[in-house]
């Protein structure tokens, strides 16, 4: 895991304040778009152990955009393909970058709550072959941004929280769109596709805290199918 003081620092978003508070289990927040609260709570042990299984093999790194600047979060990947980012642009990849292998195999846990939650959001038969794993440390954020690097955007994309809580922005389909903003917590899971599918979306600046199952830390694995 990256060091505590190992934060972004460039502009960050202002403090949003507390949000959401009470809302249903389930929640759309556009058309084929739906936030499953506390989803993943239940398996969170078992997908924990076998994150850090997975970054054993593939450690966090920091990437850098095709302009040459560091990313603020940390990220890995497991599963067929993987998600990187250079100077030479965004794409998927077999292999590993670092090393010349293969990423690690998507372990079922992932799978099986990846495809669940696609289901249940209307997206029946949903079969990821990509898991991009983001860590968040305090200061750290995810600019607004589409999913574009997919062959298929009739596929779902599918995003579990966990950790520390974070502030997920979800905009429309032009960048100019003033997002949503909600807050997600531990264990809380969405999945959008449809008409959303290219919907712009983000994650403001991770505040300072502890979880007693990540520590300092917020961890997102994003589900796509890339090919």
Known sequence: MPARGDRFTADLFADPGPIDVGLPAQQVLAPGALLMRGMATLPADALFADLNAVLS??????MITPGGLPMSVVMSNCGPVG?????TGYRYESADPENGCQWPPMPASFRALATGAAANAGFEGFD????LINCYVPGARLSLHQDRDERDFSQPIVSVSL???????????ARSEKPARVTLNHGDVIAWGGASRLRYHGVLALKDGQHPLTGGCRFNLTFRRAR
């Open 57 to 62: 093999q593939a450690p966090l790194r920091r």
């Open 163 to 173: 950790g520390l809580p974070a502030v997920f922005l979800f905009g429309g389909v």
């Open 83 to 87: 998600w990187i980012s250079d100077r």
């Open 128 to 131: 990821p072959d990509a898991c």
